[in-house]
């Protein structure tokens, strides 16, 4: 794909912007939760960073796929949880800050796992002549547009707290337009072989995200971890920092194609997440 405005500014902007807003509702405290819910945080870090590649990459293998498409599902199972995960954690009445603990940490080890999971997936499934990512560079390119803008925003909550709390709402509306933005973009971008690439990728993104929330769910209640817990291990597992791997792909590797299988798991997980939401809270009134 050749280089526009929207992969070579708007894209990466715009994800740095996603990953600021993240930074203004994160704190030290957070990672310091890695030592409260242990077990938890394990648990979490497993499904994100261990299973969800595998149970990908099997996915691929047992429905045939390669080339762009496979590349393009493995991208975003390397990717870490965004900041949606969060939202959703609290909508759904989850453990909100066990939540952004787990983002936290997963987008800080996922800057260096990204380039190893997807260098694999393009020599395995790639096509010929398909470029591959600098290690070096890419670290540090994927260091720019998430784990500084974090830091950012963890610095501007610390040192301007009442301004953070104001500016939280409208730059989650904000980022939620731009995510919506880029998505379309990305699907407008393939829309002649849409079809085509919905009929392939399709069934796989949709088993993947489902898959995934059920078994963090299992996990997590197998391991006897509170209720809330359990409802914010599988949202973790099963929602993905969408924008970061339309940015891989379109940015980084230059790629359109990579995007769409990225973009449709966006789109089925914010239908899953809703019903998750719904029933979340059906199920509390029932309760109360």
Not at 67 to 86: D, Q, R
Not at 134 to 154: A, R
Request: with cysteine; charged share 10%; aromatic share 8%.
């Amino acid at each position: 794909m050749q280089e526009s405005i929207l992969t070579a500014v708007f894209l990466p902007l715009a994800l740095a912007f996603i990953m600021l807003g993240m930074g203004l509702s994160l704190s030290v405290k957070d990672f310091r939760n890695i030592l409260i819910y242990p077990k938890a945080v394990f648990l979490g870090l497993l499904n994100q960073m261990i299973l969800l590649p595998l149970i990908a990459f099997g996915l691929i293998s047992a429905f045939g796929l390669s080339g762009t498409m496979a590349v393009g599902i493995m991208i975003l199972a390397a990717c870490p949880g965004g900041a949606t995960s969060n939202l959703i954690t609290h909508l759904s009445r989850g453990d909100t800050a066990l939540s952004i603990s787990l983002t936290a940490v997963t987008s800080f080890l996922t800057v260096a796992t990204i380039p190893l999971i997807v260098n694999f997936a393009i020599a395995y499934f790639g096509e010929e002549g398909s470029v591959t990512l600098p290690l070096g560079e890419t670290i540090i390119q994927i260091m720019g547009v998430t784990i500084i803008p974090v830091s950012i925003g963890m610095i501007l909550k610390k040192r301007f707290p009442v301004l953070s709390i104001k500016a939280d709402r409208p730059v989650r509306i904000a980022s939620a337009v731009f995510f919506v933005l880029i998505i379309l973009a990305a699907i407008l971008k393939e829309r002649a072989s849409l079809v085509e690439f919905f009929i392939a990728a399709g069934p796989v993104t949709l088993i993947l995200n489902l898959g995934t929330l059920l078994l963090g769910y299992i996990l997590a209640r197998i391991s006897l971890l509170p209720k809330n817990q359990q409802m914010t291990i599988a949202i973790e597992s099963g929602i993905q920092n969408g924008t970061l791997g339309i940015m891989i792909a379109a940015t980084l590797l230059r790629n359109s194609e990579m995007t769409v299988p990225i973009a449709i798991y966006s789109l089925i997980m914010f239908f899953t997440a809703g019903f998750i939401i719904f029933m979340a809270n059906k199920k509390q009134k029932a309760d109360a």
